[in-house]
């Protein structure tokens, strides 16, 4: 009887344990976000990847920086000035699904005159996060981009236009690989496709792009 009752302290405290052990590996697996694709590892919810995209976050973004270039090619008289911002700004409706747009301004300055462009259009992605610090974000949108060219008067034959206009309406894709180097921030660099739709000229651009920005 006295070793019956030795061993009824531990045999009393097994269910504790177990009960124990069941919640801390329950806590464990709420810790770890779910993927957003079947096949793609979970990842943990309290890391850079697994916070951003969740709903009712804000990103802000440039998909091509802002860059100032000043051009002067050997042979050729002048220089060539070339100003390009792309503000960027995406909404998550829901868990990886976002919704946003852009608007875009491009300057040059050449020998002969200057171009400004003026591009805006709707846009949505969704994200795929696969590691604490990388996921995938592809978008698709549309844009509307209208361009004016001025040239120089003296530089001109008579009765031809001093100034050009031209619109057009294009579908844009991008895929960056996203890396989140710390929390509320990323970089990302990927394949982009631009395809007028519409307009006299129509132009195709294949490029990698470079977009960089935050979220809240």
Known sequence: MKHLR????PLALAPLAVLTSTGVALAQEQEMREPAVAGVPAVP???PAGTFGQSGQIAISSDAGLSIEHTNVSGVDGTTTTLRLRPALDYFIID???VGGF???DYATVPSGSTTTFAIGPRVGYNIAFSPFLSVWPRVGFSFTSTSTDFDDEDLPSGVDASV??????INLFAPLM??????FFLGFGPALDVDLTGDTKTTTIAGRLT?????
Do not use: C, D, Y
């Open 179 to 184: 890396f989140f180097p710390a929390e509320h």
């Open 103 to 105: 608007v875009g301004l």
């Open 6 to 9: 030795s061993l009824r302290g």
């Open 45 to 47: 919810a309290q890391s």
């Open 165 to 170: 206009t031209a619109s057009n309406l294009a």
């Open 96 to 98: 990886n699904l976002s």
């Open 212 to 216: 960089i920005g935050g979220w809240f």
